[in-house]
């Protein structure tokens, strides 16, 4: 299938209940990986790429890879910007064919944030692109930015709920306790304000810091509108781990294709592990 935008996708999970995995790749081979377990699934699936990866690689290499995997792939794949910071970054990816943005200004006064988040949406219109925003502000780190905790800060109901009804969001991205990288301590999850949200809009919500959260919790997020769940930091550390843990079980190969094979497997097993616990298993059937 053609790359599409995570529009449909997102509003028949929070229709259904359940959740799009949403995965950062870093190279061709855990994209490829990412596709792979979606499609043995039938699952449609979130491929986010960051800034640093797109500056990196460049446009054109990354479109080149996802366009390429998605049409071999029976089920809907979205190639998204994630934490979009910097306009001239967020208007690259939406000219060169991403299917979805986030327009993260989060760290700005709200004013500022509804400016810069309406421009945003108005260039995604004229492209059919989706996009992502978020209120309150995330803490801990994610590709290379960093929010300590003391900076960090949940998002306010009555604040959120104006500022997603005011835009025709694929998934509204409010800060509700969760932290990007690794969890020092157990999350305090903001229930109450979730609840609020989710009464008050329609809009499918995005989890960001889905790495290292309970199975309790990514339910019980679900169940409040969390359609989109983000898992960035549990697939780099499966991307290193799966290379050198083989090396290390087999100090005398250096076939790199076998190597290379291992890494793979074992991130195609992470990601057909979080689209089993977030439903969306067999879903793909329904989106085509």
């Given at each position: ?6 529009n ?6 929070r229709?259904?209940?359940?959740a799009?995995?949403?995965?950062n ?11 792979s ?11 986010q790429?960051?800034a ?6 460049g ?36 000219e ?38 978020e ?47 690794v ?12 609840k ?37 930091t ?13 090396h ?19 991130m ?12 969306s ?8």
């Open positions: 299938m053609p790359l599409e935008s995570m449909r996708m997102l509003a028949a999970a229709r259904g209940g359940w799009v995995a949403a995965f790749p870093v190279d061709y081979a855990s994209l490829k990986a990412i596709v377990a979606a499609t043995r699934l039938d699952a449609p699936i979130i491929a790429t960051s640093k990866t797109v500056r990196y690689y446009h054109q290499t990354i479109v080149n890879w996802a366009r390429e995997l998605a049409t071999d792939s029976p089920v809907p794949v979205s190639l998204h910007l994630d934490h979009g910071k910097e306009l001239d970054m967020i208007k690259g990816c939406i060169m064919g991403w299917t979805d943005v986030m327009i993260d200004a989060s760290d700005k006064p709200y004013e500022e944030n509804v400016e810069l988040t309406g421009r945003v949406c108005a260039w995604a219109r004229e492209k059919g692109v989706g996009v992502e925003a209120i309150g502000q995330i803490g801990g780190v994610e590709e290379d930015i960093a929010v300590l905790e003391d900076e960090a800060h949940n998002a306010d109901a009555e604040q959120a709920l104006a500022f997603c009804n005011q835009f025709d969001l694929a998934v509204f991205a409010p800060a509700i306790g969760t932290a990007h990288g969890y020092k301590h157990k999350p305090s999850i903001q229930w109450d304000t979730l609020a949200i989710y009464e008050g809009t329609e809009a499918p919500f995005a989890l960001h810091g889905g790495t290292g959260l309970s199975d309790d919790i990514f339910q019980r997020c679900i169940k409040l509108g969390c359609a989109k769940v983000n898992i960035s549990n697939l780099k550390h499966v991307f290193i781990d799966g290379f050198a843990d083989y290390t079980a087999n100090p005398d190969d250096y076939e790199p294709l076998r190597v290379l094979g291992a890494q793979f497997e074992a195609e097993a992470l990601v057909m592990e979080m689209i089993r616990k977030f439903g298993e067999g879903r793909a059937a329904e989106l085509r």
